[in-house]
């Protein structure tokens, strides 16, 4: 991985971690596949209004599954696929354009030394997750 867009992720799980970021990252399979599972019963089971009851029931059930499970943003990050990560980096060197640095460390320094490009940063990476990885983001409390 190059280094900048190391050093932009790190400075990601950084900031994730500072303002103690979760993420829910939905499972959308399992929910699909617990859903198509209850339908094929229920139409087993009991005909076209089977499939439908199975199908509301299967829903319900795969939705209940999938939702609510938070993981802190920092260990999303470090476990994203490179092309992943590049489109992160994407997002976020537009706003560090201008500044200098020579490693992570001074990177992080800058950016958490300055309201308005940790602001601006942390708009970017909040609009990543819920765009890019289709996410919802909360606080930990």
Request: one cysteine or more.
């Amino acid at each position: 991985m190059a280094p900048r867009m190391d050093d932009c992720v790190r400075l990601c799980c950084e900031i994730g971690s500072h303002q103690e970021i979760e993420v829910a990252v939905k499972s959308s399979t399992k929910g699909a596949i617990l859903a198509g599972g209850t339908a094929f019963v229920g139409g087993m089971l009991g005909g076209p209004p089977g499939i439908a009851v199975g199908g509301a029931v299967g829903g319900l059930l795969g939705s209940w599954l999938t939702s609510g499970q938070f993981r802190p943003l920092p260990q999303i990050l470090m476990e994203l696929p490179p092309a992943q990560k590049q489109k992160l980096y994407d997002n976020v060197a537009d706003i560090l354009k201008d500044l200098d640095w020579t490693d992570v460390a001074q990177l992080i320094a800058l950016v958490m030394g300055n309201a308005t490009l940790r602001q601006k940063v942390t708009a970017a990476l909040l609009n990543y997750v819920r765009t890019q990885l289709q996410s919802e983001v909360r606080y930990k409390d």
